[in-house]
């Protein structure tokens, strides 16, 4: 991933965070606009329902809220090049992704125990490191039916929920949902 360390041109006069290099004085405009990092991602992050850049690593996330079963959310995501289902990795992630979907919906993201009951990965089959389970989940439907995908729930506050994969299952949980696409 390619990481372009952001330049202010303002008036002509080149300035870095803010400090104008012709007269070393400090543009408290510049500065009161500029990001926290000094890194952004120097392709566009839009589309969706909803779209946030992460200020620190410059990852793009989308939201899209019409539902799907998990494996369509995940080939839906994968079909913009450099998409996948969003992983979240970074503690600063979690409130991010979080707040992209709101208090009130359900989306997926990118883990599952497909392969192995009460292991759950990533997309790419990665070991989910860092979690941010609701109480009591997962669950695998309180032991009643299969739940192999995980949701970020709004209405939890954002915490993680096992899911069923598909809408095929006779429960009362849908199988289907938005979903967050990340591009790194």
Not at 77 to 103: D, K, M, S, W, Y
Not at 135 to 144: H, L
């Amino acid at each position: 991933m390619r990481r372009w360390i952001a330049l202010g041109l303002v008036s002509g006069c080149a300035q870095i965070g803010g400090l104008d290099e012709t007269t070393g004085r400090r543009d408290a405009a510049v500065d009161s606009k500029r990001v926290d990092t000094a890194y952004f991602d120097a392709k566009p992050c839009s589309g969706g329902d909803a779209a946030m850049l992460d200020p620190t690593y410059g990852h793009c996330y989308l939201y899209y809220a019409a539902p799907l079963d998990y494996l369509s959310a995940r080939s839906a995501c994968t079909a913009t090049a450099g998409f996948h289902l969003a992983r979240i990795e970074t503690a600063n992630e979690q409130p991010l992704i979080a707040g992209l979907v709101g208090t009130t919906a359900i989306a997926w993201i990118g883990g599952n125990d497909l392969a192995a009951e009460g292991v759950y990965v990533w997309d790419d089959g990665s070991l989910i490191q860092l979690t941010s389970w609701n109480a009591m989940e997962p669950n695998n439907g309180q032991g009643m039916f299969e739940e192999d995908c995980i949701t970020i729930n709004g209405p939890a506050g954002g915490r993680w929920d096992d899911r069923p994969c598909n809408a095929t299952i006779t429960t009362l949980v849908p199988g289907e949902y938005g979903y967050v696409c990340e591009r790194d």
